[in-house]
C-alpha cells in the first residue's frame, strides 16, 4: 500500500492521469508486466523520471522483471480517488455544459453527473441522459439530499465569481472551472480551470513560431 | 516592436493568454497603465515574474509609471497571433464538436470557422453558425480552397490517430486535440492536448488530499 505523500508536487499529480490512462491501455491489450524503461518509452519520460514519480507514492515496489500492470494501474486508481468515485453536478446547461452532461467517459473513470442545474427557463425541465435540469435555486436543497464532490461550472463568464461563491457556501469541495474566469477560493476548495481560449491561443503562438 | 525570442519556455508561452485576458478586462474598464505590481497582484505572479516574462519579447518599456494597457494589449495580440488570425476547421461533430463550433468566444480571439466534417451520415448537411457540416471526405478539397491553420480534433480516440496523421498530410500546421489520444506529430506540426478527463482526475486528486 503506497504512502500518501502531501507534497507531492503539481508536475506529478498531472501526469498521474496519464499514467492511469496508458495502464488502461495495457490492462486492456492483456500485457500483465511493464518495465519503467517500456513505460517512458510509451509515455515520452525517462525511466528514472517514472521512478521518481512513483516514489512519492511508495514505490509500487518495481523488481527486476518489470511493474505488474495491474497491480499499477489499481494503485494509482485508488491515489486518484476513481475507485471510491466522485459526485458532480453542471451548473449551466449550455452547448458546453449538455457536451459535458453526454461525455461518456466522465462515469467510467469515477465522475458520476447527479444534477443539472440552469437559470434559462426554456431548458429547465429538459433532459439530459436522464438528468432532469433543475433550476439553479433548487440546488441548495438538491446538496442537502445528495452528496455532491464536484460542481462543473459552464456558466458565462460575468456570473462565474458568484457561483462559485454560492457553491463553496454549500460545502462543495472541488470546481472544474470552464468559464474563463479565474476566482480565489478558500484553502479547502480545489479548483481545476479549464481554460479553452487561452488553450487554443497557445496552439496560435506556437504555428506562428514554428 | 518586441523583438520574438524562439526560446520563449512554455511557461511563458502559457502565460500570454491570461496577460491577454487581464488586459482585455483593463481596457474594457478603460484603466489606460498599470505598473507591474499591480498586474501581478492581480494574476497571482510576482512582479519580476512580469518583467522576466516580458523581456523574452523585449520588454514592452514600462517606465516609472507603468506599461500602457493599450500598447501592452496590442503587442501581446500581435505576439499570439490573434491581430492576423488562425482558420480552424472542425473534425468530428458529435456533443463536444458542436459546442466548441457554437462557441462564440474563439472567433473573438482571432479562430474562425471555416469548416466542420463528420463521418455520421445523419448529421452531414445540418448547419452549426451557417456553416454547413460535410462528409470527412470533402477535406482534401476544401483545404485546397481555403487556408486551414487549425483542425479542431473533437473524433472519437480510436481514430484520432489516423485523423491526426490525415491532417497533418494536408499541411494543416496544428491541431487541437480533444480525442484524449495522444501521438507524435512531425516538428512542424504543433499540438495543443485538452484532455479532459485527465484534468477532472486532478481535480478529484486534490479534492482527497485537501
Avoid at 457536451?99 to 461518456?104: D, L, P, Q, V
Avoid at 484553502?187 to 480551470?193: G, H, L
Amino acid at each position: 500500500m503506497p504512502v500518501q505523500n502531501k507534497k507531492v508536487s503539481d508536475a506529478v499529480i498531472k501526469r498521474l492521469p496519464r499514467y492511469f490512462r496508458y495502464l488502461a491501455d495495457l490492462k486492456e491489450n492483456n500485457i500483465l508486466r511493464i518495465s519503467s524503461k517500456t513505460l517512458s518509452e510509451k509515455m515520452g519520460l525517462t525511466a528514472s523520471q517514472i521512478r521518481q514519480d512513483f516514489s512519492c507514492f511508495g514505490g509500487f515496489g518495481q523488481q527486476g522483471y518489470g511493474y505488474n500492470v495491474e497491480t499499477l494501474y489499481n494503485e494509482i486508481k485508488k491515489i486518484l480517488g476513481v475507485d471510491k468515485g466522485f459526485n458532480t453536478v453542471i451548473i449551466g446547461a449550455g452547448n458546453l455544459g449538455q457536451a459535458i452532461a453526454k461525455h461518456a467517459k466522465f462515469a467510467e473513470r469515477g465522475f458520476l453527473l447527479k444534477g443539472i442545474f440552469e437559470v434559462d427557463e426554456k431548458i429547465i425541465g429538459q433532459k439530459i441522459k436522464n438528468i432532469k435540469i433543475q433550476h439553479i435555486s433548487k440546488l441548495d436543497e438538491f446538496v442537502k439530499n445528495t452528496r455532491v464532490d464536484i460542481a462543473i461550472l459552464t456558466v458565462p463568464r460575468e456570473v462565474a465569481a458568484k457561483t462559485a461563491e454560492k457553491v463553496t457556501g454549500l460545502r462543495i469541495k472541488g470546481i472544474w472551472n470552464f468559464s474563463a474566469a479565474e476566482f480565489d477560493m478558500p484553502d479547502d476548495v480545489a479548483v481545476e480551470n479549464v481554460h479553452l481560449s487561452d488553450s487554443i491561443m497557445v496552439l496560435g503562438y506556437r504555428i506562428k513560431n514554428k
